[in-house]
């Protein structure tokens, strides 16, 4: 069964209510429907509840850039996986190098994360990557592989339905750099591997890994054409309708 092929736009710390909703009233007017691409949207969790009402009915998933692990409780200015369900989402993204790097968030916080968003019946996109030093030190593999196997603690393959990796250089977002398609595919052969020896070969062969680091129209091609990557997590390139509209036209 071939992986779904995703397009997924972090939309991070950006855009006022009225530009996300200007922008997803643009994209969807021009937008044509493709049943071999799955568009996931990450807005601010302010302008969630908006971006909900725009997008009903539209084959187009939404969801949180983060969540906290507990389900309910005194936890001033945290996000519970039920209220991001409440207002519609479907996602959540968990373990952007931006939370790990500057919120600290370590091995067993990104774990708990995953445990809490699936039990919660939300799609988990686990981001991982490695930094610049680890890059040059050589520790790709490990470093990557480490993300891979403390976040899969505990969590059954009957959820890897429910799971897809984006792979994100920490040294390419938002520098304009971004890995090679041989570089990026070699990750995602690895991240992979590292699923199948978790569970098998069969079940990690059916997730979709997505590349992420300064995707845009000029690069897409070459990196979809790999076998391993299924899609992209795009940041600035998804902030304006035209360059996210070239990217859903040429991302197949």
Known sequence: MPRKVILAANWKMNLTMKKSTDLVDDILNKMKNKDNCEIILFPSFLHIPAIMEKIKGRNIGLGGQNLYFEEVGAY????????????????????????????HEDYETVNKKVIQALASNLKVMLC????LEERENNVTEMVVVDQ?????????IKNLNDISIA?????AIGTGRNATPADAAHVHKIIRKALG??????AAAGISILYGGSVKPENIKELMAEEDIDGVLVGGASLKAEPFLDLMKLIN
């Open 128 to 131: 991982v990557g490695e930094s």
């Open 167 to 171: 792979y994100e250089p920490i040294w």
């Open 76 to 103: 001033t200015g945290e996000i519970a996986a039920f209220q991001l369900v409440d207002v519609g989402c479907t996602h959540v993204l968990i373990g952007h190098s931006e939370r790990r790097h500057y919120f």
């Open 197 to 202: 020896r978790i569970f098998n070969t069969d």
């Open 148 to 156: 891979i196997v403390s976040a899969m603690q505990n969590i059954s």
